[in-house]
C-alpha cells in the first residue's frame, strides 16, 4: 500500500441539537465572546434566532453577521473581519451553507492575521509566523448538504468581477462541526437538489481523483455516495422527511472528509468559470457539465466509475450475481444513473437554460484552464480544446 496523510475536523457531532452542542463546543475553548456568520436567507428561514437565544441564555454573548452572499465577494469577506474585530470576537460560527461557512473560515484566521488576503490564494500559502496567536476557534454548523465547508480546510472567495480561488490551508481546518438534520428540513426543493449533487460530484471526484487517493478517502466516498443517493430523493419527495435530510447531510460531511484528502478535479474547474461569470448557484454549475466532464473521463480511466456502478448496483445482471458488463459499460450505467437523478430532480443541466450561448464558450475554456489546482488531479488531462468540446456537449 502507497504512502498517504489524512486529516479532517478533530470534533463532529450529529444530531444533537445545534445550539447544545455548539455551546459545548464553545465553553471547551474558553470563550465568552461569539461571532456567528450567516446569510440573509438562513436567517429568514427562521434557523439563527432559536440558536442565538439559546446560546445567550447559556451565558454567551453573541453577534450576529448576515452579510454575506452566494461565492463571497472578497470586499464582503474583509467587511465581515472588520466586524469581528469590532465586536472583540473570541470564536467565530459558520451557519449557513458554503458561502457563510467559507466565510466564517477565512474571518477566524484573519481577525488576527498581518499577511492579506491577496497573499494566502492558492495551496498552503498563509505563513503561520504572520498570524500572530493562530486564528480564533471556529465551529461550523453546515444548514444546506452540499459543500462539506464544515470538514475542509479549503475557503472559496470570488476576486475581481469573475474569477473564483481558493485559499487551502490545514489552518482552516474547524475545530469542531455539528451536523444537526432538522436545519436543513427547510431548504427549498431545487437548493435540496443543487447542493446534493455537489455534494455526490465530491464522492465521485474524490474516489477518481488522481493524486492522493487513499483507503481513507475511499470509504468516506464509498458510504457518502451510498447515503446520498439514497437520501437525495427522498429528499425531494419529502423535505420534511427527517431520516433523508440525516442521510444527506452526513453524506455531504463524509464526501467533504474526501475531497479535503483527495481533492476533486475537473467537473470543479469547469463550473467555477460558470458560476463567475454567470452567478449560476455552485451545484448546479457542477451538474451542467457532470456528464461531460465524466464521459471524457470514463473514455480513457472507465474502471473507477466502474466500481462506482457495483456498489449502486446500477448493473442488472450484477443484481442476479451474474454482473459480467465490461468496465465501459459499467461506467456508462453509473453516469446514465447521475443524469437521471438529476432530471428526477427536476434539475435542467443545460448552459442554455441560464442564458449561456455559443460565444461564451471559449470564454469558459479560457478561464477554466486557469483552475491547475484542480486540473492537475482529473484522471484524464484536459485542454483547452476538450474543456471548450466538454461545454460544447454540455450546451
Ligand atoms: N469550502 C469548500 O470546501 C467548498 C466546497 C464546495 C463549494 N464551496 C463554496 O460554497 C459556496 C456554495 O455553498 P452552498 O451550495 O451551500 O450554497 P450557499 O451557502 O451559497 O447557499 C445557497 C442558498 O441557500 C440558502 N439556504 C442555506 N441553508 C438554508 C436552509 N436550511 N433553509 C433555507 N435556505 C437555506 C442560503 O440563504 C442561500 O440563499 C460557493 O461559494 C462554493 O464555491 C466551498
Ligand atoms: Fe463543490
Not at 6 to 29: C, I, K, N, W, Y
Not at 311 to 316: K, S, T
Amino acid at each position: 500500500m502507497s504512502e498517504f496523510s489524512f486529516q479532517t475536523v478533530p470534533s463532529l457531532t450529529f444530531g444533537e441539537p445545534a445550539a447544545d452542542a455548539l455551546a459545548s463546543m464553545v465553553a471547551g475553548v474558553g470563550a465568552r465572546r461569539l461571532m456567528l456568520v450567516t446569510d440573509p436567507g438562513v436567517r429568514v428561514a427562521g434557523l439563527v434566532d432559536p440558536v442565538v437565544a439559546a446560546l445567550e441564555t447559556s451565558g454567551l454573548t453573541v453577534a450576529v453577521y448576515d452579510d454575506i452572499e452566494a461565492d463571497p465577494p472578497e470586499a464582503k469577506v474583509l467587511a465581515a473581519v472588520e466586524a469581528a474585530r469590532a465586536f472583540g470576537a473570541e470564536a467565530i460560527v459558520g451557519f449557513g451553507g458554503g458561502s457563510p461557512m467559507d466565510t466564517a473560515k477565512l474571518v477566524a484566521l484573519l481577525v488576527r492575521a498581518e499577511q492579506p488576503l491577496s497573499e494566502m490564494y492558492g495551496v498552503a500559502q498563509v505563513d503561520r509566523s504572520r498570524v500572530p496567536g493562530g486564528r480564533l476557534p471556529l465551529f461550523q454548523v453546515p444548514t444546506t448538504a452540499g459543500t462539506g465547508s464544515e470538514v475542509t480546510p479549503i475557503a472559496i472567495v470570488t476576486v475581481g468581477a469573475e474569477i473564483k480561488l481558493g485559499v487551502v490551508d490545514p489552518i482552516l481546518y474547524a475545530d469542531g462541526a455539528v451536523l444537526d438534520p432538522s436545519l436543513t428540513t427547510g431548504l427549498p426543493p431545487h437548493v435540496t437538489a443543487h447542493t446534493g449533487i455537489d455534494a455526490m460530484v465530491h464522492a465521485i471526484e474524490a474516489y477518481t481523483t488522481k493524486l492522493r487517493k487513499n483507503p481513507l478517502s475511499d470509504s468516506l466516498a464509498r458510504q457518502a455516495l451510498l447515503l446520498l443517493a439514497s437520501g437525495l430523493p427522498r429528499a425531494m419527495e419529502d423535505g420534511s422527511d427527517l431520516s433523508a435530510r440525516g442521510d444527506m447531510l452526513l453524506g455531504a460531511t463524509l464526501a467533504g472528509q474526501a475531497f479535503a484528502n483527495a481533492p476533486v478535479a475537473a467537473v470543479h474547474a469547469l463550473a467555477y468559470p460558470i458560476g463567475a461569470l454567470f452567478h449560476v448557484p455552485h451545484g448546479l454549475s457542477n451538474t451542467q457539465v457532470l456528464a461531460p466532464v465524466l464521459r471524457f473521463n470514463a473514455e480513457t480511466n472507465p474502471g473507477l466509475y466502474a466500481e462506482l456502478a457495483d456498489l449502486l448496483v446500477l448493473d442488472r445482471a450484477a443484481r442476479s450475481g451474474s454482473g459480467t458488463g465490461s468496465d465501459a459499460d459499467r461506467a456508462a450505467a453509473f453516469i446514465d444513473f447521475m443524469a437521471q437523478l438529476t432530471a428526477d430532480c427536476g434539475v435542467d443541466p443545460r448552459l442554455r437554460s441560464v442564458g449561456i450561448s455559443h460565444n461564451d464558450l471559449p470564454k469558459l475554456a479560457e478561464d477554466a484552464m486557469k483552475q491547475t489546482r484542480l486540473l492537475q488531479n482529473n484522471p484524464r488531462e484536459m485542454t483547452y480544446e476538450t474543456a471548450l468540446a466538454i461545454y460544447s456537449a454540455a450546451l
